[in-house]
């Protein structure tokens, strides 16, 4: 039996454990997910520990992505360039950290955005400047967009992601923003992409930006991990964009994880089912677009 840990902070188990529980035992691999909750300062220990010979790697959640990144022997290219790492694999005495959340996010916005890339809008506006903003924004720079807002509430996270890009995104504006309602509503008239990478909107009723700030025409890819269509994502529909949840990034990212972890393929109607499952859906499965 080989061990797979889950290395956070606090908290229940969570859509991500599920899924790969799920897809694991649907293989028939020998392997045996647990929990490690670590404090920051225990984060080193713990990625030291993943050497041990039953052990085939680790899922990594936040708040320790960032900080992960240098306690690794080597990471993936998505990995290096988002400064953010959320699967470790072993290979021998070697640990790699690679960001399937880059994945993730790629599906997701080719889910959202026109099927030509030439079509792509050029500005964006990314809420949160977490793990998952930071791919959301390698992403963005890799597909040509002139002009990203990075809005935190506490600006020097913002900031601190500016600046970890500042010589990939030599070629465009990369601006941290503060979170306040008048800037961020300025902003949107020119972002033509709104992508929340924050929790709010997970609780019912609640939504990161008001009503009537949503220009007209937006393109919505909203992260937050919820059974169909959140507050924001109404919002934007109710204006005439077009809104995606974070079902088909969550869901590549998972696949892509399995992958690294255990050299197959991933069943991806098991994983499917797994989420809808979490999320309370019916038994078909999570869907892409919130109707």
């Known amino acids: 039996m080989q061990r797979l840990p889950i290395i956070a902070q606090s908290g229940a188990p969570d859509a991500f454990e599920a899924v790969q529980r799920a897809a694991i035992e649907a293989s028939g691999l020998p392997i045996s997910v647990e929990r490690w909750e670590r404090k920051p300062h225990q984060l080193a220990d713990a990625i030291a520990a993943l050497k041990e010979a039953d052990i085939i790697g680790a899922l990594v959640t936040s708040p320790h992505k ?67 903003a930071r791919a959301v924004v390698s992403v963005l720079i890799g597909s040509g967009f002139g002009r990203v807002a990075v809005f935190n509430r506490h600006l020097h996270r913002a900031e601190a992601l500016v600046a970890h890009f500042a010589r990939s995104a030599k070629h465009m504006e990369l601006r941290a923003m503060p979170w306040h309602e008048a800037i961020m509503e300025s902003e949107l008239t020119k972002a033509k992409l709104l992508v ?33 269509t ?29 992958r690294l972890l255990t050299g197959q393929e991933a ?9 809808a499952a979490e999320l309370g859906l019916p038994d078909e499965g999570a869907s892409v677009v919130g109707d």
């Open 196 to 228: 929340n990478t924050t929790l709010i909107g997970l609780e019912e009723g609640e939504s990161p930006i008001q009503a009537d700030a949503l220009p007209a025409d937006l393109y919505l890819l909203d992260l937050v991990l919820a059974r169909s």
């Open 66 to 132: 960032e900080r992960a990144t240098a306690l690794v022997g080597a990471l993936s290219d998505d990995a290096r360039q988002s400064g953010a790492i959320d699967v470790i694999v072993r290979d021998g005495q070697r640990l790699r950290g690679h960001n399937t959340d880059v994945d993730g996010v790629r599906a997701g916005l080719e889910a959202l955005l026109p099927k030509v890339k030439g079509k792509w809008p050029k500005q964006a506006m990314v809420l949160g400047a977490g793990g998952g």
């Open 230 to 258: 959140t507050p924001l994502m109404a919002h934007v529909k109710e204006h005439g964009g077009i809104a995606a949840n974070g079902q088909t990034s969550f869901l590549r990212a998972s696949a892509v994880t399995f």
């Open 267 to 275: 069943p991806a109607d098991v994983m499917r089912q797994a989420l």
